[in-house]
RNA sequence: GUCGCGUUCGUCUAGUCCGGCCCAGGACCCCAGGAUUUCAUCCUGGUAACAAGAGUUCAAAUCUCUUACGCGACGCCA
């Protein structure tokens, strides 16, 4: 068994061909197959190599690995012409010398008088020897076939034209090219959005005119944005890449895509062998999926949770190297990890919440400053305490905070939101006897001083 | 416009093949409580859907038909 992913390589790896070619991926490894990758770069107008490595790169930060390929058409054109030559040797396909201008005033009328925009044939019996070449459909009868998720599909042979097989500078398109590779590449299992299942009729007649066995197809549906529309820029991010940078675990990524469309039971989620274990082309929904951010964010904080701290420190490399984040200067990192990761959505939330341990700031958020810093009374005491304590350990610490508590006769909050806020300068911190510990002594003094500086500054 | 595909909570979905166990289940979001040293996490509970109509049947989310709406294709793009 074999399955393949067939990019074209006109821009980065967005999300909707991610997930196609985790379905052909998950198929192929769960069928003990193949799984083949493929450039389609046939276009050489659009076809770019940047492309190409963004494509390549999307799909090792996912880890879908192919097991062949990956395979370059341009690499191939003696092949199509070969098999291009063949048909027009057979009668099967003709030279076409139509101008764009004819074909397109040709169009306008058909659609003007309501009938589908459609080559009319007017080259096909010429016997003419240059211009594009056009496969010769049949006129009449119609093609079917049974879909692996959305069943049977028939569409009757006078929908279709005689499509162009390739260009009047030689070159093949499309629609030829899939055929070819498909079948050269013993490909049996065609996974692909349900845009092209159009396309898959003049497929097939071009299957059989070549004397070929087709192969299985199973279309899958778009991913739609929010506003039911098919998924672009304008929804937000798009290409593959852009969730790493926001923060996103591959497989939270992976996950969330293999339950858009695609379902075993009530399970929520998977991992990577369960992926592969339980995935079945009949368990694909036929309706279209919107995107949907916030469970993403979800799954991603659930694998965050799970995740070991190695992986952790692993995957957010990227993240620290990217907003330059020195971790030397500092406690453990490990610790820190440990302490953050219950609490972050995603890998930059993360980041940002440890560069308090490792980075000084000068200034607090104004808001809570003003709210938390009225009295200097409690931090002064803190301050005396902590800086006269010797093992800078958490109990310690906390101990420290109780005493201030119990002699001025206040409450954990009037000391505890305080010493927060001067810990973290934004209030966002965990437990904060962890905390100040993890900071430790000297910052934690040191900030401490902060907070007082601002009070008598506001005060004057 | 023509052809194709689709339609279960706001969103992802289970159930549809083989009609009764579904006055429709789970998850995200949201809301209300609880636990907690902010946040986060955790626990408990709640709101919310079978596109519409007709038919078949003792019984329909499930079968049939019609309508509506949405999406896709209609390139010398893939």
């Keep these: 068994m074999k399955s393949r992913f067939a990019p074209s390589p006109t821009g980065y790896l967005h999300i909707g061909g991610a997930r196609t070619a985790l379905f052909a991926w998950a198929w192929a490894k769960k069928q003990k197959g193949s799984f083949v990758l493929r450039i389609e770069d046939t276009d050489r107008e659009r076809s770019t190599q940047a492309s190409v490595d963004a494509i390549l790169d999307g799909m090792n930060w996912l880890g879908l690995d192919h097991d062949e390929g990956p395979f ?18 057979e009668d099967k396909a ?4 139509c101008s764009k201008e004819r074909l397109q005033i040709l169009r306008d009328e058909l659609t003007e008088k309501g009938e589908k925009a459609k080559y009319d044939g007017c080259c096909r019996d010429k016997k003419l020897n240059s211009g594009v070449v056009r496969f010769k459909n049949h006129l009449e009868g119609f093609v079917s076939f049974d879909d692996a ?10 929908e279709l034209d005689d499509l162009i097989i390739a260009r009047s500078d030689g070159t093949p398109t499309y629609n030829l090219t899939v055929v070819v590779d498909d079948h050269d590449m013993k490909i049996d299992t065609v996974i692909r959005g349900d845009d092209h299942i159009n396309n898959t009729p003049r497929q097939i007649n071009l299957y059989e005119a070549l004397g070929w066995q087709l192969p299985e197809f199973a279309h899958l549906p778009m991913i739609l944005g929010s506003d039911g529309a098919r998924l672009s820029k304008r929804h937000g991010a798009v ?13 939270a990524l992976l996950n969330y895509l293999v339950r858009l469309g695609w379902s075993h039971g009530d399970q929520e989620v998977f991992s990577l062998v369960e992926i ?3 995935f079945e082309l009949k ?14 964010i979800w799954l991603n904080q659930e694998y965050i949770k799970k995740a070991s701290t190695e992986y952790l420190i692993q995957q957010l490399q990227w993240h620290l190297d990217y907003q330059s984040v020195d971790i030397s200067n500092g406690p453990e990192f490990f610790r820190v990890i440990e302490h953050l990761q ?8 993360m980041t940002n919440g440890l560069k308090m341990f490792y980075q000084d700031f000068s200034e607090f958020d104004e808001k809570l400053a003003k709210k938390q810093f009225k009295d200097s009374q409690p931090i002064e005491l803190l301050m005396n305490k902590l800086s006269a304590l010797e093992d800078w350990a958490a109990n310690n610490i906390k101990d420290q905070i109780k005493q201030v508590c119990d002699e001025l006769e206040i409450g954990f909050g009037k000391i505890g939101q305080p010493f927060r806020l001067a810990l973290s300068g934004n209030g966002n911190a965990g437990n904060i006897d962890i905390v100040s510990e993890l900071v430790g002594k000297k910052r934690t003094l040191e900030r401490l001083q902060m907070a007082l500086d601002y009070i008598s500054q506001s005060c004057n």
């Design 239 to 251: 290409s593959v890449m852009a969730y790493r940078d926001e923060g996103f675990l591959p497989e």
């Design 94 to 97: 003709y030279y076409c010398e």
């Design 72 to 89: 370059y058409q341009t690499d191939r054109f003696d092949r199509y012409k070969e098999i291009i030559q063949q048909l027009l040797d």
């Design 149 to 158: 998720v959305k069943g049977l599909i028939t569409i009757g042979n006078k």
């Design 342 to 349: 219950e609490r972050s959505k995603t890998l930059v939330e």
């Design 283 to 296: 368990n694909i929904n036929k309706a279209p999926a919107s995107f949907n951010q916030e469970k993403l």
């Design 276 to 278: 592969v274990e339980l």
